[in-house]
Nanobody
Framework: QVQLVESGGGSVQSGGSLRLSCAAS??????VAWFRQAPGKEREGVAV???????SYADSVKGRFTISQDNAKNTVFLQMNSLKPEDTAMYFCAGRVGAYYGARVALLSPNVYSYWGQGTQVTVSS
């Protein structure tokens, strides 16, 4: 089994920054992704990183968000800069144990992941 625990959410003004953390325990994850979901909207993939440290991002956050990991601490981070009100959402981290042979872009789909954290709220005010 895998447990994922997010932290670091909060309220900031537009243009501000936050750093989210996702602490994993249990099986070693090959991929860890961040998703977000705003009220009334579908869950959206934001960023993903593989065990080798290669990241991928949604177009909506490229250049503003950075995903990174500390393998020794089994923790994945999401540094969010230049935050906008439209970034307001519950942010979840998700993990996948098995290998994935599909298109890289599909790693931002929630269907790829078996393990999910409880989420941390990010609110950006204008």
């Amino acid at each position: 089994q895998v447990q994922l625990v997010e932290s670091g959410g909060g309220s900031v003004q537009s243009g501000g920054s936050l750093r989210l953390s996702c602490a994993a325990s249990g099986y070693t994850l090959r991929y860890v992704a961040w998703f977000r979901q705003a009220p009334g909207k579908e869950r959206e993939g934001v960023a993903v990183i593989d065990r080798g440290g290669i990241p991928s991002y949604a177009d909506s956050v490229k250049g503003r968000f950075t995903i990174s990991q500390d393998n020794a601490k089994n923790t994945v981070f999401l540094q969010m800069n230049s935050l906008k009100p439209e970034d307001t959402a519950m942010y979840f981290c998700a993990g996948r144990v098995g290998a994935y042979y599909g298109a890289r872009v599909a790693l931002l789909s929630p269907n790829v992941y078996s393990y999910w954290g409880q989420g941390t709220q990010v609110t950006v005010s204008s």
